[in-house]
């Protein structure tokens, strides 16, 4: 058995004790993994990590606004901070304020000075940065039911749609579909609110296009992972779980988020997706999993708030939730600090000590690097690694450096299943 975790390196290491720490929670967040940073909790009146998580479980009364002008300018002010020298909007001199880069309308800089010197950086990046900043407004009509949209059955097997443009091909053209969107209610009070001008329609129907993609990833990921361990859904029912599971997965929720599946896989024998993690967000999907599969031909949905190593004390062993066929996580970031790795050590053990099918993403080829050097020494069987084809086409910022690389959700994958062989134990003990 290996004896420790492997060192990271120092850019990743916030010097966190605890997984569920405030300092780890939005370090783990704004370190090279997209998401939230402490110029939130500013903005939007909330004092720290564990009061966020309130807000998101329903145990706080949190955000409301008076209109929807009030809710984008807020969204747009967890954004604001100089990309040259992170200085915030309150520690500006009077009269001084932060301006906009009018090419993205993205990044801000507190003097042109500071623009200036960050010019080389940020003009790698500035043209994308322009289609993350449509993203971020667009993304909200997830929440108001406008996407995702509809999709066609498949014409083709699982097995012969092994990419985005295998999927489109059998798609139809997806242009008035997007249109309803484009000329939906929602889609105008969006714009009339944002403070920014409204793009041309052809921009904005990409931009619909990334959010889908995003959506459909996630679904198209669990579908290439049961068929990269040779699950056979027709043969018997499936039960998947996804561990690590969060508010990005379940705030907003549908029962009817997987069914893309029911695509992929007609006439199946029955499929469950039971979501695992302690920041599951309630809703429509917070029910009992099954303890037998039920109807044939349909995904149930299930989520239960806890680590994965609890849910299985409490649930499977006690036979409350079925074993698991697969088990999935997106971007479950042990990589980023030792209080993560921490945390996620007994599910990852129990994963490997159960010889559990088991399929993980990344953002970017260096978190799947580091991911992989952890995975090994806990001596895990690494099947496969790579490049996902079914990666979110939605661009993604690193919220606290902007002018980072932009990455991509499930851009990677890593395949691992029980201990490794005993041959390549030996191995490894010898070149060590």
């Excluded at 929440?143 to 097997?157: A, M, V």
């Excluded at 029962?255 to 893309?260: A, G, K, P, Q, R």
């Excluded at 989520?303 to 939730?321: G, I, P, R, S, T």
Aim: with cysteine; charged share 25%; proline share 6%.
């Amino acid at each position: 058995m290996a004896s420790q975790i492997p060192a990271l390196p120092q850019s990743y290491t916030p010097g966190t004790d605890s997984v569920f720490s405030d300092q780890s929670g939005f370090y783990s967040l704004d370190s090279n993994v997209p998401g939230l940073s402490k110029v939130i909790l500013n903005k939007l009146n909330l004092k720290d990590y564990g009061e966020y998580r309130a807000v998101l479980e329903g145990k706080a009364r949190g955000i409301s606004f008076r209109n929807y002008k009030e809710m984008f300018q807020r969204m747009e002010e967890t954004f604001k901070f100089c990309a040259g020298c992170n200085e915030l909007p309150e520690h500006l001199a009077e009269g001084q304020t932060l301006k906009r880069c009018v090419k993205c309308l993205n990044v801000y800089y507190c003097t042109k000075d500071c623009q200036r010197k960050d010019w080389a950086q940020h003009k790698k990046v500035c043209k994308i940065l322009w289609l993350v900043a449509i993203d971020r407004l667009v993304e909200w009509l997830m929440f108001t039911g406008d996407l995702p949209i509809p999709t066609e059955k498949w014409t083709k097997s699982a097995g012969e749609v092994k990419n985005w443009d295998d999927w489109l091909s059998k798609q139809g053209d997806l242009t008035p579909r997007l249109n309803t969107v484009l000329s939906g209610a929602n889609m105008a009070a969006l714009w009339k609110n944002a403070s920014r001008p409204r793009p041309d329609d052809a921009d904005l129907r990409q931009s619909l296009w990334r959010i889908q993609s995003e959506f459909l990833s996630r679904v198209l990921t669990v579908g290439l992972a049961v068929q990269h361990f040779k699950l056979d859904p027709y043969d018997k029912p499936v039960t998947v779980h996804l561990v690590g599971t969060s508010h990005n997965e379940t705030m907003g929720a549908r029962l009817t988020d997987y069914d893309e599946l029911n695509h992929m896989f007609p006439g199946h024998q029955g499929i469950e997706i039971v979501m695992v993690g302690p920041e599951v967000v309630d809703g429509p999907i917070m029910r009992p999993p099954l303890r037998a599969f039920g109807p044939k031909h349909r995904v149930y949905i299930s989520a239960y708030k806890a680590l994965y190593h609890q849910f299985w004390e409490d649930m499977v062993v006690k036979q409350e939730a079925a074993k698991p066929d697969l088990v999935v996580g997106f971007h479950p970031g042990f990589h980023a600090n030792q209080g993560l790795i921490e945390g996620w050590l007994p599910t990852l053990l129990l994963l490997r000590d159960y010889n559990i099918p088991s399929f993980f993403t990344m953002f970017s080829e260096m978190e799947l690097k580091y991911s992989l050097e952890i995975l090994l020494e806990l001596e895990m069987h690494i099947r496969d690694s790579g490049p996902n084809p079914f990666t979110s086409q939605k661009p993604e910022q690193v919220q606290a450096c902007p002018n980072k690389p932009l990455v991509y959700c499930n851009s990677h994958y890593v395949s691992f299943q029980g201990l490794l062989p005993q041959e390549d134990l030996e191995g490894r003990g010898a070149d060590a």
